[in-house]
């Protein structure tokens, strides 16, 4: 058993090893367009991966993520524009006296809207999970509508409808990456954890685990706020690196791709979060050459925009219907190779 521990922590090991030094090549001789798409992958990562832990491994259909994305992109974008940018952009009105005195370097700014984030999960668990299934779903939804609707409606803080803009870009794939592996190990630690163990009895049968003695409401709540601490740290990346946002950007949409992704990879596996994200966030850029003419046998069909996301679309038609768990179901990495070697024997 300690064989089998060390060597599965040797294939951990090198994973971790693998993915830092893909970033430190990638960063170094791959082109602009080719970085900017990895950086989107590595922060949707981090997005999905948060998410599939309240969504997949404790089974609450929550549907927040929007709304915890843009409260990590708006407090880091308001504590890295410099004063003078701040005063310049606020069109509608003045800024309160106190935005203006708001400042913190990349890293505090990060942490913060994760902490920001996570602190209003806290609250809104507590009325939240007094609800299950589709209320929660409705709940939750309501939660993503009512902080797109602050942020327009309060100019002296967001500036509107305008949004923030001179962000400075400070995301890059070290920065992205780097935190996208962090909040990995951490979630899977999590999962494997006494609490991930609680989370899972909360998804096979809640009035069950009840009865074992497990605290659901802890569990749901440890997953809720974990969750949004990452969202708001992956909001935050994302402002550092479009460099503007606005309340538009945080739409249902947003959530919308984050539960496509995670029911594609599987949930519950956060192997799957990651293999989903790369497959429609990278994948949806890959097929970008479907919406240009493409010459055929000689023939050039004229130029068709919106084709690839038709395609896309049948992909992920013909994969759920194959794979109605989605591409990992509920298994890791490791409960693969698992599976293989005793196929194998």
């Given at each position: 058993m300690q064989l089998t521990f060390s060597k599965q922590h040797g294939i951990n090991s090198a994973?971790?090893?693998?993915a830092i030094w893909f970033i430190w090549f990638a960063s170094g001789h791959f082109d602009e367009y080719t970085v900017r798409i990895?950086?989107?992958?590595?922060?949707?990562?981090?997005?999905?991966?948060?998410?599939?832990?309240?969504n997949g491994v404790t089974g609450q259909f929550s549907l927040e993520p929007n709304g915890f994305?843009?409260?990590g992109a708006y407090v880091t974008a308001l504590l890295l524009?410099?004063?003078?940018?701040?005063?310049?952009q606020y069109a509608?009105?003045?800024?309160?006296?106190?935005?203006?005195?708001?400042?913190a370097n990349f890293f505090t700014a990060l942490i913060l809207g994760g902490i920001f984030s996570a602190?209003?999960?806290?609250?809104l668990s507590l009325p939240v999970f007094r609800v299950r299934g589709d209320y929660l779903a409705i709940v939750t939804l309501g939660f993503g509508f009512i902080i797109k609707i602050l942020a327009i409606n309060n100019p002296e803080v967001t500036n509107g409808s305008l949004g923030l803009n001179d962000i400075p870009e400070f995301s890059n794939l070290y920065w992205t990456g780097g935190i996208a592996i962090i909040a990995v190990i951490v979630i899977l630690n999590i999962v494997n954890s006494k609490f991930g163990r609680a989370m899972k009895a909360v998804r096979d049968d809640e009035d069950a685990a009840i009865a074992m003695g497990v605290n659901t409401f802890k569990a749901k709540t440890l997953a809720f706020c974990t969750s949004a601490f990452f969202e708001g740290i992956g909001g935050g990346l994302l402002a550092a690196l479009l460099t503007s946002i606005s309340p538009d950007l945080f739409d249902f949409f947003f959530t919308f791709q984050l539960l496509i992704i995670i029911v594609l990879g599987g949930l519950g596996s956060t192997t799957g979060a990651i293999i989903g994200t790369v497959l429609v966030v990278g994948g949806s850029e890959w097929m970008r050459f479907l919406d240009e003419p493409i010459t055929l046998f000689g023939h050039t069909t004229a130029a068709m925009p919106g084709m690839r996301m038709v395609v896309f679309s049948l992909a992920l038609i013909f994969i759920m219907l194959f794979a109605r768990e989605g591409i990992m179901g509920k298994r890791e990495l490791k409960e693969l190779f698992k599976?293989?070697?005793?196929?194998?024997k």
């Open positions: 994973i971790v090893i693998i990895l950086n989107n992958i590595a922060i949707f990562i981090i997005l999905a991966a948060s998410y599939n832990l309240i994305v843009a409260i524009v410099s004063p003078d940018a701040k005063m310049y509608i009105v003045d800024p309160y006296p106190f935005v203006l005195t708001l400042h602190f209003l999960a806290f609250c599976s293989r070697k005793k196929g194998g």
